[in-house]
Structures are given as structure tokens and as C-alpha cells.
């Protein structure tokens, strides 16, 4: 069994500042996490993904994220906010599974990032 | 462009009316999917296709079906639409089925009155 928690439903900071998005996870596997962002009437979009290799991911935009183990987190964060940051962020682990396509994704329930100007 | 293409973007439907979701993807991806997402919770995978005329249940099956009978499309069809079934469809395809990214279309904003 795997689950996604995104502490916070909803950020904001303003333009310039540094930008931080929680997601916890537990899995039964050892497990691989994405985050995705979803612009306003947008498809989402892959930001970056962990697969066991390094521990610290770098992904566009200027984004990036920590696999902490013993935390089970998988935070996301970027230096400094731009107001095109604005949008909903998602945090998915993926595990193998014979359903499914032979992966099973948990999405988070999201967090809106807003940007204040 | 490359990516997912998905029509309507946009439908309304009366209760028991049907409809068809088309997605189409030009990346020549093994695999599709459909994923259904409502206020409050992540996406939910309703069906998905692992090739070419292959089809399968996802974690909320009921009240769609699929169809894949070409490789680049992938069709999510409701026999007779529910309020309950309003919401935003994705589809999504994927080359491998594991680990190597998604890539999503835009959505397809249904409401079912």
C-alpha cells in the first residue's frame, strides 16, 4: 500500500522569495516520487522525479527536491519565486505493480502556489 | 506540436445522456490512460491501455468504457452519464509504463446536470 500527503493545500509567497512544498509518502517498496505542476487549464506537467539515484533531484524551472528516507519526505523547493511559479503542484509516488500499466501512481491531493507580486 | 490532444475541452451533459472522450498521442507511447480529477482529491486512474487493442481497469472503473483500436488513440466513453460523473478527465500516455514520465493532455472539463 502507498499514500501521498501534501501538508499544505495552499502557499503563497511573494515574488522573489524562496518557495517550499511538503509531501510526505509511505510505500511498501522502495519507492520512486515525481512532482508535477499543473498550470490554469493545463495538462500536468513532469517537474522532476526520484528513482533511487541521487538523493538530491534537480528538475526545470530551477526547482528541486530532497528523498529523505528517514523523513519519508520529499519536499520541493526553489530559491526564489517567479510569478510564473504561480499554478498546483503535485506530489505522486509510483510503485511497481502488475496492474495497472505495471506501475501504480498515488497522486497527492495538490497545492496551490500563489505568488505574491 | 508533439504531446496529447484531448476533445472537448469542454461539455455539459444531461443526466443518462452518452458521450465520447477522444485522446490522441503522436509520440508512438505504448501506453494511455485515462484519470478522472476532482476538487480535493488527486487524480484517480479510471482505465487504462497497455497497446494496441488491449484494455484494463483502473481504480474507478464503473460507468466508463475504453477502446483502443489504434495504437494512437485512446477512447473513454459513458453509456449514460451521472451527475456524480461530473468532473476533469485527463488522458496520459507513457512509452514504457514505468518510471519514465507522462505526459498528460490538457483535460477535458465535463458537468453532468
Known amino acids: 500500500a502507498q499514500s501521498v500527503t501534501q501538508l499544505d493545500s495552499h502557499v503563497s509567497v511573494s515574488e522573489g522569495t524562496p518557495v517550499l512544498l511538503r509531501c510526505n509518502y509511505s510505500?511498501?517498496?522502495?519507492?520512486?516520487l515525481f512532482w508535477y505542476v499543473q498550470h490554469p487549464n493545463k495538462g500536468l506537467q513532469l517537474l522532476l522525479k526520484?528513482?533511487?539515484?541521487?538523493?538530491l533531484v534537480k528538475g526545470i524551472n530551477g526547482f528541486e527536491a530532497e528523498f529523505k528516507k528517514s523523513e519519508t519526505s520529499f519536499h520541493l523547493t526553489k530559491p526564489s519565486a517567479h510569478m510564473s511559479d504561480a499554478a498546483e503542484y503535485f506530489c505522486?509516488?509510483?510503485?511497481?505493480?502488475?496492474?495497472?500499466?505495471?506501475?501504480?501512481?498515488?497522486f497527492g491531493t495538490g497545492t496551490r502556489l500563489t505568488i505574491i507580486p | 506540436n508533439a504531446g496529447v490532444t484531448q476533445t472537448p475541452k469542454f461539455r455539459v451533459l444531461k443526466t443518462g445522456q452518452s458521450m465520447t472522450l477522444l485522446c490522441a498521442q503522436d509520440?508512438?507511447?505504448?501506453?494511455m490512460y485515462w484519470y478522472r480529477q476532482d476538487p480535493g482529491m488527486g487524480l484517480r486512474l479510471i482505465h487504462y491501455s497497455v497497446g494496441e487493442g488491449t484494455t484494463a481497469k483502473g481504480e474507478v472503473p464503473d460507468g466508463y468504457n475504453v477502446s483502443r483500436l489504434k495504437k494512437q488513440n485512446f477512447l473513454l466513453g459513458l453509456e449514460s452519464a451521472a451527475p456524480s460523473q461530473t468532473s476533469v478527465y485527463f488522458c496520459?500516455?507513457?512509452?514504457?509504463?514505468?518510471?519514465?514520465?507522462?505526459?498528460f493532455g490538457s483535460g477535458t472539463r465535463l458537468t453532468v446536470v
Open positions: 509520440m508512438n507511447h505504448e501506453y
Open positions: 526520484y528513482t533511487s539515484a541521487a538523493t
Open positions: 505522486v509516488v509510483s510503485a511497481p505493480s502488475p496492474n495497472f500499466g505495471n506501475e501504480k501512481l498515488t
Open positions: 496520459a500516455s507513457n512509452p514504457t509504463g514505468r518510471l519514465s514520465g507522462y505526459t
Open positions: 510505500s511498501s517498496y522502495s519507492p520512486s
